[in-house]
């Protein structure tokens, strides 16, 4: 009878999960959504959708704004690549700010809304500045130097979007992300393959920006592909609007800063305290307590900061622990959430390698194209420089599709992991593949310059673009695995409280790396002026060295590999309290069941 009774509760529990969501998040109303008519891929399609239209807008300016800067504002080519650094270097590092407010303070939801509003403004206000008369870059349609008050409007504008893009980004990805649940079997297979679709989404934009609104640009106008840019992301906001009713959201949770100094004040107060060697005599919530995220287990890792989870008197009981200062006594899932980001600053610090590579196909592999022959072969129409980007945003798709639906299967049957191979190990791939994009990239390079020498007399005799093809599609492999590996790991790793700071997190390495690149321009150029006499950054591409440059970069990158290789082996995962939903990534071991323990795995 008891037997019976037991089993009757159980379905009834088992029930109550398929019905309901039970990760702490709310629907529309407020109230616990339901499974069926809220979350997975009903609302991350509505999600995905705005995407779309912010990387049309976004990549319809980023591709193009070193020929903007150029050709309209009349920059060298030094100037306007340091300036399109600064701008995509501050673009990937306002998520952090907008990343902190959505988990904080307004929630992602909310976030995403003031941000799209921001992008808007930046969007009408780059369009206008083609339409109203004292904007407009010149008085006539040829002129030596733009209007000063047009480049003021052009770049409040472009910094707009900026901002917009600093809220938009962490909190719209993270925010599809919510709608699956962790702990729910299907759900948490459906948010694996979310971050996948997520990028064949935004390739899409990208494609369509670098192909149809790249070519609005260079032959009908600036202004035209602006009206056309704000119809899109307007219209694409109106639809985001109406799947209002099938988002799951999730509260914001406060400053996550506090829990984490209250763990460093508490660790410094009882640094004289021993740890015992019994983890589970550390402080920690019952799950009944904790209602916000998941319990996190004990790690060997960083064991001084176990001291602030220490109970100073062992013989008090629980409720007079509780009652104790968080400034004097943490949890031990505080803790773990504190080692979580520690050990994330490495993994991030050897990956800016990699984004210097990456910003490289938006920069430089365009300018390149500029003064290479684009004509399509048997036509005369002649290809804008800033759609052979359209090569990345294809590899991309190519290989995220290939990857998803070929790759996975096969490497879950051989490695028993439940995402074919690990996060870290998906990085490490497509760090590989921007190494072989440098090597490529200063090949062909030398190639070009050869074959202007050789020609320099004739200015209709210039290498074929097709030329630079394989370092744009080289380019786009190892974004669909070190990229898309990015945003996993820093959704899936950080505090269940962060998850928005964690895909800023993953924007500041290209944002970051941005800086890096521009600094790595002047150092290069300064050096090999003092040692030959000559930089490797000249006024045009001609008079330049870039090949050299690349050469520098996959040196830079192979190293870089060695040392993330090495910290990788080290890394520990995030590891889940039993009871919890497993989604912490495996490596080679056993995949449990979402009541199972979890293990740590390694990068190998």
């Known amino acids: 009878m008891e037997h019976n009774k037991v089993d009757t509760e159980l379905q009834d529990s088992y029930d109550d999960q398929q019905k309901w969501v039970l990760d702490s998040s709310t629907d529309s109303r407020g109230k616990i959504p339901l499974r069926s008519r809220t979350g997975a891929w009903r609302a991350a399609l509505f999600i995905i959708g705005i995407e779309f239209s912010e990387r049309l807008s976004y990549f319809g300016i980023s591709t193009n704004l070193v020929v903007y800067l150029t050709t309209i504002l009349h920059q060298d080519l030094k100037m306007a690549v340091k300036n399109a650094n600064y701008w995509s270097g501050v673009t990937a590092l306002m998520p952090l700010l907008g990343g902190f407010i959505a988990d904080a303070y307004l929630g992602r939801y909310a976030t995403v809304l003031l941000a799209t509003t921001v992008y808007l403004m930046g969007l009408i206000l780059l369009t206008l500045s083609w339409f109203i008369p004292g904007l407009k870059p010149c008085h006539e349609n040829m002129c030596v130097e733009p209007r000063k008050a047009h480049e003021i409007a052009f770049f409040i504008a472009i910094y707009l979007i900026a901002i917009g893009t600093g809220g938009h980004k962490p909190s719209l990805e993270s925010f599809g992300a919510d709608q699956f649940e962790d702990g729910h079997s299907q759900e948490r297979k459906m948010k694996m393959s979310y971050f996948n679709w997520w990028n064949a989404g935004l390739c899409a934009g990208i494609f369509t920006a670098v192909t149809v609104i790249v070519y609005v640009e260079d032959r009908i106008g600036w202004g035209v592909a602006g009206i056309i840019l704000t119809i899109v992301m307007a219209t694409s906001f109106f639809i985001f609007l109406i799947g209002k009713p099938f988002y799951r959201y999730r509260a914001p949770s406060g400053s996550p800063l506090t829990p984490m100094l209250q763990v460093f004040v508490a660790a410094i107060a009882k640094r004289h305290l021993s740890c015992p060697s019994d983890s589970s005599l550390l402080h920690e919530l019952t799950k009944e307590e904790y209602t916000k995220g998941r319990l996190l287990s004990s790690t060997k890792s960083l064991k001084f900061l176990d001291k602030a989870a220490v109970v100073e008197d062992q013989n008090e009981n629980t409720t007079t622990a509780e009652k104790q200062s968080a400034w004097r006594l943490a949890t031990v899932t505080k803790v773990e959430e ?102 490529i990239a200063a090949l062909v390079e030398k190639k070009r310059l050869d074959y202007t020498k050789q020609h320099h007399m004739s200015k209709t005799m210039t290498l074929s673009a097709i030329w630079l093809a394989p ?134």
């Not at 504190?338 to 196909?361: D, E, H, Q, Y």
């Not at 003064?371 to 048997?378: A, E, F, Q, V």
């Not at 002047?522 to 090949?547: C, R, Y």
Request: aromatic share 12%; charged share 15%.
């Open 338 to 439: 504190v080692k979580l980001l520690i050990n994330m600053i490495p993994i991030w610090f050897f990956t800016l390698a990699f984004g210097v590579c990456a910003t490289r196909s938006g920069t430089l592999f365009i300018k390149q194209a500029m003064i290479m022959d684009r004509r399509i072969i048997g036509t005369t129409f002649i290809v804008p420089p800033a759609s052979l980007f359209s090569l990345v945003a294809l590899s991309i798709i190519i290989t995220v599709t290939i990857y998803e639906r070929v790759l996975v299967p096969l490497l879950i049957r051989a490695t028993g992991n439940e995402r074919g191979i690990s996060i870290l190990q998906r990085i490490g791939t497509g760090m590989v593949f921007s190494l072989i994009a440098m090597i």
């Open 471 to 604: 370092q744009f599609l080289v380019l786009g492999v190892a974004d669909a695995f070190t990229l898309v590996g990015l945003q996993e790991y820093f959704y899936d790793q950080v505090p269940d409280s962060m998850r928005s700071l964690g895909i800023a997190f993953y924007l500041s390495v290209l944002g970051a790396a941005s800086f890096a690149n521009n600094l790595l321009i002047t150092v290069s150029d300064h050096l090999a002026e003092e040692i030959s006499g000559k930089g490797w950054f000249g006024k045009d591409l001609n008079s330049s060295h870039l090949d050299r440059f690349y050469w520098m970069l996959a040196a830079l990158t192979g190293a870089n590999m060695c040392f993330f290789v090495m910290v990788a082996m080290k890394y520990t995962y995030k590891s889940v309290q039993p009871g919890f939903a497993v989604v912490a990534d495996r490596g080679d071991d056993d995949v449990e069941t979402a009541t199972g323990t979890c293990n740590t795995s390694k990068f190998t």
